[in-house]
């Protein structure tokens, strides 16, 4: 099985931040080093075992993603090595496919949330009130049904250990201000779409997912931190998808669904996992970075 890194311990940079998965090191004034570890966070909560090879999965697919929609809105990173500035052989052991050399930007601090099917909270709000994030939507959806259309639905961003709050438009405009928020909403509804209809082409249904940006003077906004993951959205197979029913999904859900079966509040410190739910959860991941990508996993 592949060495799992729960956390990068580089002596080469200051450490900045640890974040739920990532770890952030500053290289100067300008750039950043972010090392995706193999940590996994549920509901808010990161776990005390981590999922071999979860990190390097995930900056790989990120890293797709990025590319095939910089002609969408720019992001945040630089074509740099990050083993340019992490020297000591142990220490690159440790950063090997799993970190990258970013622009030291200032988030915004809310989460840009777009859905286009009805599942999660989103269902679970519908039930009560026929509502998702305070947007009104038809009678009689299914479970997993397609929404009308895509909807937007921001968040607060939460420090490690709290949970995200999902906030109004109109709140998120009085926190990042008129023209921001609009363009937030705009260029993650068209990053969705976009990246919805690639992923049809490879067989899957990308659910819902969140992206996190910053605003830069110059160059206005910029997307950020990871994008179109399985931390980050949800992805279906298109062959077995059935509204009415829960589909199958390559993401960290599978987790979700064996908490749930336990007595926890869903509080720090989380529970550990037995080994079968890790090693069925790695493969989870390596079987979305084939679908999303078409590449395996080293």
């Known amino acids: 099985m592949v060495d799992a890194v729960f956390e990068s311990r580089l002596e080469s940079l200051p450490l900045l931040a640890r974040g739920k998965v990532r770890d952030i090191y500053a290289i100067d004034e300008t750039r950043l080093l972010i090392v995706a570890s193999d940590r996994l966070s549920a509901f808010d909560v990161v776990l005390p075992d981590p999922i071999p090879g979860k990190g390097r ?20 990173l630089l074509d740099e090595s990050p083993e340019a500035y992490v020297t000591d052989p142990a220490e690159r052991r440790q950063i090997e496919g799993r970190a990258v050399v970013v622009r030291r930007l200032k988030p915004l601090p809310v989460e840009a949330v777009v859905r286009g099917y009805l599942i999660g909270s989103g269902w679970q709000e519908y039930q009560r009130s026929g509502t998702v994030c305070g947007i009104a ?20 961003k939460a420090q490690r250990g709290d949970h995200d709050e999902n906030i109004t438009f109109k ?128």
């Open 57 to 76: 999965i995930l900056t790989a697919i990120s890293n797709h993603w990025f590319g095939l929609t910089r002609h969408i809105v720019p992001n945040h």
């Open 137 to 156: 939507l038809p009678a009689g959806l299914e479970l997993a049904a397609r929404l009308p259309e895509t909807i937007f639905t921001p968040a607060t």
């Open 171 to 298: 709140r998120m405009t009085e926190l990042v201000g008129h023209d921001i928020a609009q363009a937030v909403r705009s260029k993650s509804i068209e990053i969705y779409e976009f990246a919805a209809g690639v992923a049809a082409t490879r067989g899957l249904i990308i659910a819902d997912t969140k992206f996190e940006f910053a605003w830069d003077e110059r160059d206005g906004l910029i997307l950020i931190d990871e994008v179109l993951t399985p931390d980050s959205s949800r992805f279906w197979p298109a062959a077995s998808y059935r509204p009415g029913s829960s589909p199958e999904s390559f993401d960290k859900q599978f987790v979700r669904d064996y908490l749930e079966t336990l007595a926890w509040d869903k509080r720090a410190p989380g529970p550990r996992l037995p080994e079968q739910i890790i090693a069925a959860t790695a493969g989870k991941y390596q079987q979305g970075l084939a679908l999303i990508t078409g590449a395996a996993s080293g």
